[in-house]
């Protein structure tokens, strides 16, 4: 079948036709008004000839006068890849010998530049896709443009968008004029192109089809000379971040973004979210705060909205935020406290009361514990980690497990450690004590000052392992060019067949093997099961020539600085206000003995983690070896309840795994995650007042102190991340599994984070500038472009 009538065209031929062809085709057949044409299907493009005769039958079939003729590639106008512009339309097409060179053209676009980097983007395989071309009788508009039926800028689905131009909408698509904009509750005077009537119409029309599609929709439509509304296509709009879950209660709710406080914006699989919700909501309630953990798009967001409300929690909710959310969070908390609809209620009241009794319970266990390990330091530590190795040794299963079934109840038994104060306590006290400074010394000494004073902190389990792996790539000896020239993904394959030379890896495994990039999801690899991102990291090191910008010597400078800076500091702040200048000495003392145990706490909860993963592993295992999936890791798209139904009842889970899957390879290619958002759909930050636009210097966040110039290395991944020693590392946020990139590199640049997160803590030890906050960077700022980073201005120069 080569050409057959829009008419015919269905969601069920997608590729046959193309994801263009079918939408109209499902708009035909719901009576919507589109302009009549016919289809050229992919099984022509296969052949690679023209089918002529067929086209020119169904051409004069439309009268043979002016067409459009438009491409519908089998991998276009999906739910998650729209190819907007990435493929040609070739318009006013007159005569059989114009209408063949514009399908030849639509043909030719499938492997244009721009198209083959949307599908490389979208990990779309090439050799899988094919064109149909669209050809219809061609109106000509007063007036075109693009509906939207959710706000596109800001995410609100109850807001529908409209751009509008006189003639034709190429011009709206292509940004080539000036276009009339219109918002639902903007209110415009009447000297646009539409009037108040084509307005509603157009209102109406959305409506219906994002009724009929059962999602927001980006509409392209066109008015004639005769005021008729004519459709040209109707597809999903692609970059809304998914909707939180339906609460069924009429209040706005607000979801701040939980996962970047761990340096994770990636999804999180269904098992690892599983076990992460629980565990957040079982932590924060050791703190006396109840928030219940929202999956959104597979990311964590923590539902605020009850402490929004509640009169004694607002007050101090954003100077909360500040340790472990940052500005960022904190800008937008104060924009929904300022919010009418989040004005405190009697509700709130009431479970504001509820949850202040809790809070007063843990308020007992935290003065104590907080208060112990401010006055004993070293026993603090001492006990901490007896505790971490204490529950590393009981992580571990029993040697009698044999079957699926043992395996699950032994996962399903895990619970929460009876030693939680003992960890939790000292890096509680670690963390006010440096942070609490800060406002002690006002007018006395800067953020930068602090930070400098906070620079090589030591007993930090992340700081320690970096070095371990250095002190592994000064050991290669003999087999230096080999790590050097050997990708790291076959180095890693080789150490885990045994036919590598002994470089120590094994010894780094058996410590740090549980560790990883997102290691608190479940569902991602460890260390231990692929080295990869270590092995990519030796070869990062091996290029240090150097040795003073070894990080041993680096992490050495640093403490040495942050001891004199601190000893300085003290002094000065001692003459000119002697109380707060002796407690500010105190705090950050003891911020030096403990402030450096924040990573310690995640370390240990890794150990329990790691082995409900091998359990989880091995179950899947079994039920991969009876069919019931296609590969072991396939269980970490299921929940513990259905492994259950799977293991004990023989449920078939094969179909919820793949379009869990689907969802999840989705989700990895956004690179963009709301700080904050509202029931409604709205991203928070984006109704925030605008910034004002800046002569080329990037505004962020100080988090290390220090000024330096070198080339950006701009980096999504790090397990294969290639660093150069002085590159800028600018990345969208990291975690304990990004760090050994810091030894290599100069400064730190990321989009999310805190002054007292991973990165900025680890940045601050080698004594690297480090800005955090910076909206955009790593799409603002290219690879290989020459940047200043300023630490103690929070600033970064593009030259």
């Given amino acids: 079948m080569h050409v057959i009538a829009l008419s015919e065209a269905t969601t069920q031929m997608l590729d046959l036709v193309g994801g263009k062809a079918a939408g109209l085709g499902e708009l035909i057949r719901r009576g919507e008004r589109v302009p009549e044409g016919f289809c050229v299907t992919t099984e022509a493009h296969r052949l690679g000839v023209i089918p002529t005769a067929e086209v020119v039958a169904a051409y ?12 519908s590639a089998t991998a276009e106008d999906l739910p998650d890849a729209s190819f907007a512009g990435q493929q040609d339309t070739v318009l006013n097409v007159t005569g059989t010998a114009e209408l063949i060179a514009a399908i030849e053209t639509c043909w030719d676009s499938l492997h244009s530049d721009r198209a083959t980097a949307y599908r490389d983007a979208r990990q779309i395989d090439h050799q899988t896709v094919r064109m149909a071309v669209v050809v219809q009788r061609m109106i000509t508009p007063t007036v075109a443009g693009v509906l939207f039926t959710a706000n596109p800028l800001t995410g609100r689905r109850d807001e529908m968008a409209v751009d509008a131009a006189a003639g034709l909408g190429t011009t709206v698509v292509d940004g080539a004029a000036n276009v009339d904009h219109y918002v639902d509750g903007v209110p415009r005077d009447d000297t646009g192109c539409l009037t108040s009537a084509h307005l509603a119409e157009l209102r109406a029309t959305g409506e219906r089809l994002q009724a009929h599609f059962g999602s927001p929709q980006d509409v392209e439509w066109a008015i004639d000379a005769d005021d008729v509304l004519w459709l040209l296509q109707s597809r999903p709009i692609t970059s809304l971040f998914p909707l939180p879950p339906r609460t069924g209660e009429p209040l706005t709710r607000v979801y701040l973004e939980f996962g970047h406080v761990q340096g994770m914006l990636q999804p999180v699989t269904p098992m690892g979210m599983s076990t992460l919700r629980t565990q957040i909501a079982a932590m924060l309630a050791a703190l006396g705060v109840r928030v219940d953990i ?6 964590l967001y923590g539902d605020l909205s009850d402490l929004a409300r509640d009169r004694s929690a607002r007050k101090r909710l954003v100077k909360l935020l500040a340790v472990d959310f940052g500005p960022r969070a904190q800008a937008v908390m ?9 004005a ?17 319970r843990t308020a007992g266990r935290a003065v104590v514990g907080i208060l112990r390990a401010l006055a004993r330091p070293e026993a603090a530590r001492i006990r901490m980690f007896d505790a971490i190795e204490q529950m590393r040794v009981r992580s571990a299963a029993p040697a009698d497990l044999r079957t699926a079934a043992d395996r699950l109840r032994f996962v399903q038994a895990q619970d929460s450690d009876d030693s939680a104060d003992a960890i939790m306590w000292p890096i509680v006290a670690g963390m006010l004590a440096a942070a609490l400074p800060t406002a002690l010394l006002k007018g006395v000494a800067g953020p930068d000052e602090i930070h400098t004073v906070l620079g090589g902190m030591p007993h930090n389990v992340t700081i320690e392992m970096d070095l371990a792996l250095w002190r592994l790539a000064q050991g290669a000896g003999d087999h230096r060019q080999l790590l050097l020239d050997t990708p790291p993904a076959e180095l890693a394959a080789r150490h885990l067949r045994g036919t590598l030379p002994d470089i120590g890896m094994t010894t780094f495994l058996d410590v740090y093997g549980h560790r990883g990039v997102a290691e608190v999801d479940l569902g991602v690899p460890r260390w231990a099961e692929d080295p990869t991102p270590v092995f990519a990291a030796v070869a990062n090191y091996l290029r240090v020539t150097d040795p003073r910008q070894g990080p041993d010597q680096r992490f050495q400078r640093a403490a040495a600085t942050a001891e004199a800076s601190l000893t300085a500091l003290v002094a000065r702040a001692r003459r000119r206000r002697p109380v707060r200048g002796r407690i500010a000495g105190f705090l950050l003392r003891r911020a030096r003995s403990l402030a450096g145990l924040r990573e310690a706490g995640k370390f240990a909860g890794l150990y329990p983690l790691r082995e409900t993963r091998r359990q989880l592993l091995l179950i899947g295992a079994d039920l991969h070896g009876s069919g019931l999936l296609d590969q072991p890791d396939d269980i970490m798209f299921l929940t513990l309840d259905e492994v259950h139904a799977a293991v004990h009842q023989g449920v078939d889970p094969r179909g919820t795994v793949t379009a869990r899957r689907a969802v999840h390879r989705r989700e990895l290619r956004r690179r963009t995650v709301p700080v904050a958002l509202l029931s409604d759909g709205t991203d928070v930050e984006t109704v925030l007042p605008a910034r004002p636009a800046g002569d080329g210097t990037l505004a962020g966040v100080g988090a290390s102190a220090g000024r330096v110039t070198g080339p950006a290395r701009v980096v999504h991944d790090p397990g294969t991340a290639h660093i150069e020693p002085g590159d800028v590392l600018v990345a969208t946020t990291t975690d304990p599994g990004w760090t050994p990139l810091f030894l290599t590199a100069a400064a730190l640049v990321t989009e999310t984070g805190a002054i007292m997160a991973h990165g900025p803590t680890v940045a601050r030890e080698y004594g690297i500038p480090a800005v955090i906050c910076v909206p955009d960077a790593t799409r603002t700022i290219s690879t290989g472009q020459l940047v200043t980073v300023d630490g103690g201005a929070g600033t970064i120069t593009v030259h």
């Fill in 60 to 71: 004069e079939r439309l009268g043979a006068g002016p067409v459009a003729v438009r491409s």
């Fill in 294 to 299: 929202v999956d959104i798009g597979g990311r």
């Fill in 334 to 342: 104060q924009h929904v406290l300022a919010d009418p609809r989040f």
């Fill in 344 to 360: 405190p209620t009697s509700g709130g009241a009431r479970r504001g009361r509820a949850q202040g009794a809790a809070s007063l």
